[in-house]
């Protein structure tokens, strides 16, 4: 576990307060740090999308492969749905049972994933079904086969599979939208600072945190879909900034 620190990221003036509330400043001073065991996070339902999507999230890995982090959000059955973090240069986004590999080293290794931190990752589905993956705000990867039309459907944060590869680490400012915000990456990204997200309406947006009491992850989008933290009980103070 790292060790536990406070910040406190107030977005006035540079990125710019989305929210209303009379130039109120947005804050960020809490995320949720998993054990890569048996943490998780169970939303009380599925957040399903049968077209475009738009998902969002803040991560600090400590371990790539099978024996570190692996699973970061999804959900497992017949035609399982994850996020998994493969290696520093590849992930893979499996959707409706089927993997599109991104590989960054492929491309160069330019904007490889960091152990140990913050940086912003954002899948976009668009009407084409063309599936888009970006490394804080910067486009990351190739897939192999971009386009999928299979119906997402995730469940769960930080472990996929029951008591195994699970995510150790950092997680925060988890969004989903079932739209294609390809037009708002930058916004999102905000320049490496989580940003006010209400104007840009979510379907679902977890703060894993801020304004949370343990165990409830308050669904701050629109779906009203609260996670549940399941066999960890705290936050963590050290956040993206």
């Not at 997680?171 to 320049?191: H, K, P, R």
Request: net charge negative; glycine share 14%.
């Amino acid at each position: 576990m790292p060790m536990q620190i406070s910040i406190s990221n107030s977005i006035g003036g540079g990125g710019g307060n989305l929210g209303s509330g009379g130039g109120s400043s947005f804050t960020n001073t809490k995320s949720i740090d998993l054990d890569g065991v048996d943490d998780r996070v169970l939303l009380g339902s599925g957040f399903v999308a049968s077209s475009e999507f738009t998902i969002s999230f803040w991560m600090r890995p400590q371990a790539f492969g099978v024996n570190g982090a692996q699973y970061v959000i999804g959900q497992w059955g017949v035609n399982p749905n994850n996020i998994k973090l493969d290696q520093a240069g590849q992930i893979h986004f499996k959707i409706g049972g089927t993997t599109k590999i991104f590989s960054e080293a492929a491309q160069g290794g330019s904007n490889n994933l960091v152990l140990d931190v913050w940086q912003h990752i954002l899948f976009i589905r668009d009407a084409s079904n063309v599936i888009k993956c970006f490394r804080n705000g910067t486009s990351y990867g190739s897939p192999s086969g971009a386009s999928n039309s299979n119906t997402l459907t995730y469940n769960s944060f930080g472990r996929v599979i029951t008591n195994t590869f699970g995510f150790r680490g950092g997680l925060d400012e988890i969004a989903f939208w079932n739209s294609d915000q390809s037009s708002n990456v930058s916004t999102i990204y905000n320049g490496g600072v989580p940003n006010d997200l209400s104007s840009l309406s979510p379907v679902s947006w977890w703060r894993c945190g801020d304004g949370d009491t343990a165990p409830t992850l308050t669904d701050n989008g629109s779906g009203g879909n609260n996670g549940t933290m399941t066999n960890f009980s705290t936050f963590s103070t050290d956040v993206p900034t």
